[in-house]
């Protein structure tokens, strides 16, 4: 039987950084100018006024106090409330590409592989610079891997989607190692203007190596023991973004056209969902929430991550039981969860067991058990 291994992971992170205090104050300023704009109106009752945010609602409602992102210019003028990234030329590496590359080479070197000897490239993420040429391939090309790739997109679930893609691939013997990239631009798909969300999401983007066992050479081999993914269709998260946009003459700058959710909804349903996912998985593995050292879970709001991962230990989780990295990086969606792996595995010893777990919109979530070799 082949064994799948991770045996290396990369980390790209932008150099722009904006606190909680440099986005409230961009959007107070935003919100200002709408009262004074549409002043006349609210006197009238015709308009409700817009409120201010503050850095403490913030951190409550989500844990976040920071994030990444390739430009903080344009999202903290209360002009643009955006971010500012140049349109490249059809000849230039794309943007998600150039991080694609970064954070590869890092996996690369920590699992001691060669580019060349990589045969499936997976881009897996929530939002895709374009429909096609695939990203994928871009990489592949500019790594000089061979084989063959593809893009995929499962929200916050692509990562560990693309996981159990790859994982499958390789323990059916079609491929011996495969590189999997997560290139987030989360920043474009976010509302700056919208006090419920404007907070959420940072960028980043994550690298993985797979490998067959009988192959791998690396210092660090985490064994996937197992993998289950289950979706449940829902509007709770929701982008209507796409190309039938312009032959439907929607208005492509209406707010449908950026990340929208009921949060309150989504953390009532998909936080059970998750638990029981990852419970029923460990499960059928003859493994409980006590034989977890680690869960790496996605790194949207710190409230779920202490709820699904208290319904799976059964205890209050410590720090180093399920890792907290949203607070400077904010929801990375499919990268949040690698961004955790990737960072917090320290005083990991043969035999210690974690779990990868996902979960976004769709609904849609992802249960990866590791076993560190």
């Given at each position: 039987?082949?064994?799948?291994?991770?045996?290396?992971?990369?980390?790209?992170?932008p150099?722009?950084?904006?606190?909680?205090?440099?986005?409230?104050?961009?959007?107070?300023?935003?919100?200002?100018?709408?009262?004074?704009?549409?002043?006349?109106?609210?006197?009238?009752?015709?308009?409700?006024?817009?409120?201010?945010?503050s850095?403490?609602?913030?951190?409550?409602?989500s844990?976040?106090?920071?994030?990444?992102?390739?430009?903080?210019?344009?999202?903290?003028?209360?002009?643009?409330?955006?971010?500012?990234?140049?349109?490249?030329?059809?000849?230039?590496?794309?943007?998600?590409?150039?991080?694609?590359?970064?954070?590869?080479?890092?996996?690369?070197?920590?699992?001691?592989?060669?580019?060349?000897?990589?045969?499936?490239?997976?881009?897996a993420?929530s939002?895709?610079?374009?429909?096609?040429?695939?990203?994928?391939?871009?990489?592949?090309?500019?790594?000089?891997?061979?084989?063959?790739?593809?893009?995929?997109?499962?929200a916050?679930?692509?990562?560990?989607?693309?996981?159990?893609?790859?994982?499958?691939?390789?323990?059916?013997?079609s491929?011996?190692?495969?590189l999997?990239?997560?290139?987030?631009?989360?920043?474009?798909?976010?509302?700056?203007?919208?006090?419920?969300?404007?907070?959420?999401?940072?960028?980043?983007?994550?690298?993985?190596?797979?490998?067959?066992?009988?192959?791998?050479?690396?210092?660090?081999?985490?064994?996937?023991?197992?993998?289950?993914?289950?979706?449940?269709?829902?509007?709770?998260?929701?982008?209507?973004?796409?190309?039938?946009?312009?032959?439907?003459?929607?208005?492509?700058?209406?707010?449908?056209?950026?990340?929208?959710?009921?949060?309150?909804?989504?953390?009532?349903?998909?936080?059970?969902?998750?638990?029981?996912?990852?419970?029923?998985?460990?499960?059928?593995?003859?493994?409980?929430?006590?034989?977890?050292?680690?869960?790496?879970?996605?790194?949207?709001?710190?409230?779920?991550?202490?709820?699904?991962a208290?319904?799976?230990?059964?205890?209050e989780?410590?720090?180093a039981?399920?890792?907290?990295?949203l607070?400077?990086?904010?929801?990375?969606?499919?990268?949040?969860?690698?961004?955790a792996?990737?960072?917090?595995?320290?005083q990991?010893?043969?035999?210690?067991?974690?779990?990868?777990?996902?979960?976004?919109?769709?609904?849609?979530?992802?249960?990866?058990?590791?076993?560190?070799?």
């Open positions: 039987m082949t064994h799948v291994v991770i045996t290396g992971t990369g980390l790209y992170t150099e722009h950084a904006i606190d909680n205090a440099s986005l409230v104050k961009a959007f107070n300023a935003w919100v200002d100018s709408q009262n004074a704009h549409y002043a006349d109106a609210i006197a009238r009752g015709e308009r409700e006024p817009l409120s201010h945010s850095s403490e609602f913030i951190e409550k409602a844990g976040i106090k920071s994030r990444y992102v390739l430009d903080a210019s344009g999202i903290l003028d209360p002009v643009r409330m955006r971010p500012k990234l140049p349109q490249r030329s059809n000849d230039e590496p794309s943007l998600q590409c150039d991080m694609a590359i970064q954070a590869a080479r890092q996996a690369l070197a920590a699992a001691k592989v060669d580019a060349a000897d990589i045969e499936l490239v997976i881009v993420c939002n895709l610079e374009r429909a096609y040429p695939a990203v994928a391939v871009e990489v592949q090309q500019a790594l000089g891997a061979g084989g063959y790739g593809f893009d995929m997109n499962v916050c679930s692509s990562a560990t989607f693309a996981l159990e893609t790859a994982a499958n691939a390789i323990a059916s013997g491929v011996k190692r495969a999997i990239v997560n290139p987030e631009i989360c920043s474009a798909h976010l509302n700056f203007t919208d006090r419920d969300s404007h907070f959420i999401f940072g960028d980043a983007c994550t690298a993985m190596v797979l490998e067959s066992s009988d192959c791998a050479v690396a210092n660090e081999q985490y064994e996937i023991l197992g993998t289950r993914l289950v979706t449940k269709f829902s509007n709770a998260i929701r982008n209507n973004a796409g190309f039938l946009n312009r032959v439907t003459d929607s208005d492509p700058l209406a707010l449908d056209k950026l990340f929208v959710q009921e949060g309150r909804r989504v953390f009532r349903e998909v936080c059970p969902m998750v638990a029981q996912l990852i419970s029923s998985h460990l499960a059928s593995l003859e493994l409980s929430g006590s034989d977890l050292k680690r869960m790496w879970l996605h790194q949207a709001n710190r409230h779920m991550n202490d709820l699904i208290r319904k799976v230990l059964g205890v989780p410590s720090e039981q399920a890792p907290i990295i607070d400077r990086y904010a929801n990375t969606s499919s990268a949040g969860s690698i961004i792996f990737h960072l917090h595995r320290d990991f010893e043969s035999g210690d067991i974690g779990v990868i777990c996902s979960f976004g919109a769709g609904y849609s979530a992802g249960s990866v058990v590791l076993r560190r070799h």
